[in-house]
């Protein structure tokens, strides 16, 4: 299976932007790209996902190489309310496959924002 | 929609009782999982299902049962608990078939085992 490599911790200032990474240099063709994050106490929610193409919602951005085999959260201006475990995974795009059913997530990159 | 619910919240129990975490979304989705989290780790994958009467073991399967009688309801049994149960266990679900799968999770049941 393919799998997600993210630094362990990062910090931001508030109200600058944040540029979280995560390597995934074995993703296959059929792998959407999937970000999460997760507050304290809380379970893990949707932020943002993305196949080829840099996508952009409400909560942050996603920018993809090229090649796929690395990806960016952006998060334009850090609050304090951004601080959580920031998630990277993948999820095959065929609901029927190995991939799509076992999704894994790793330890995630905790975010401090500094005031 | 209340999306994914799980109850109880909290729960202590004693080594070798069991019990079940119980967890139901009312948004007809297909997939559903567990997953438990130790402090300071991510997410493991403990059971999935991926329709009413159709079950399979994640990365952690061990000391859990499933079942899927219902596209709504999923929940997990510990057949007999013991202190490495001790987590946080969290319930999610999503749509099956060509999409990009975005999952929903619920609130967690924090789960200690004396």
């Known amino acids: 299976d393919a799998k997600t490599t993210q630094p362990n911790s990062m910090e931001s200032n508030e109200e600058e932007p944040v540029h979280l990474p995560c390597n995934h240099s074995?993703?296959?063709?059929?792998?959407?790209i999937h970000w999460y994050r997760q507050l304290p106490s809380q379970g893990p929610e949707y932020v943002i996902h993305?196949?080829?193409s840099n996508v952009n919602n409400r909560m942050a951005s996603l920018a993809i190489a090229e090649d796929r085999k690395s990806s960016t959260l952006i998060l334009h201006r850090a609050t304090l309310r951004d601080a959580a475990v920031y998630y990277c995974?993948?999820?095959?795009?065929?609901?029927?496959?190995?991939?799509?059913?076992?999704?894994?997530f790793g330890t995630g990159t905790k975010l401090q924002v500094i005031p | 929609n209340a999306g994914v619910t799980q109850t109880p919240k909290f729960q202590v129990l004693k080594t070798g009782q069991s019990m079940t975490l119980q967890c139901a979304q009312d948004?007809?989705?297909?997939?559903m999982s567990w997953y438990r989290q130790d402090p300071g780790m991510g997410l493991r994958l403990i059971h999935y299902?991926?329709?009413?009467?159709?079950?399979d073991q994640g990365e952690v399967p061990n000391g859990y049962n499933v079942s899927r009688s219902t596209t709504e309801d999923f929940p997990l049994r510990l057949l007999s608990a013991a202190p490495s149960q001790t987590s946080v266990y969290f319930c999610?679900?999503?749509?099956?078939?060509?999409?990009?799968?975005?999952?929903?999770f619920g609130p967690g049941t924090r789960l200690t085992v004396t």
């Open positions: 993305g196949l080829t």
């Open positions: 999610a679900s999503s749509p099956l078939g060509l999409g990009s799968g975005e999952q929903y």
């Open positions: 948004m007809n989705h297909e997939y």
């Open positions: 299902s991926v329709g009413a009467g159709i079950t």
């Open positions: 074995t993703i296959s063709g059929t792998d959407y």
């Open positions: 995974i993948l999820r095959d795009v065929r609901g029927n496959s190995g991939g799509y059913q076992k999704v894994t």
